[in-house]
């Protein structure tokens, strides 16, 4: 398979996985941009984080039509969210790549676990 169709398959297979559990394409994109595209580990997280972007703004979309949404709390969360985000992008480039498996490795299996065991 081409590198091209590659990552169009890869971005089809985050696509359903975030339109399906409304978030979680980063747990395979991340994997996936490094094995497939060759990105090196940091650059993996910054680069799907501007993918996942524009698939969540389409979820939201699709998930807020028709229902009640709590736009407070939307609203709320998205603030500490941006904060967190500008946190987190900051500190992302002083963690060594070592550490960030580890950490990235840490939270989805606590996320995981969470799952299975709910």
Known sequence: ???RITQAV???VVGITNGLFGSGGGTIL?????KF??????????????IIFPL???SVFIYTRGSE?????VMWISAGGVAGGFFGAKVLNKVK???????FGICMIAAALRMIFR
């Open 1 to 3: 398979m081409t590198k």
């Open 10 to 12: 890869t971005g089809a």
């Open 30 to 34: 991340v994997p996936a941009l490094e």
């Open 37 to 50: 595209s060759g990105i090196e580990a940091h650059k993996a997280h910054a680069t799907a984080l501007a």
């Open 56 to 58: 969540s703004l389409l």
């Open 69 to 73: 949404t709590p736009w407070s709390t």
């Open 97 to 103: 790549t070592k550490w960030l498996y580890k950490i």
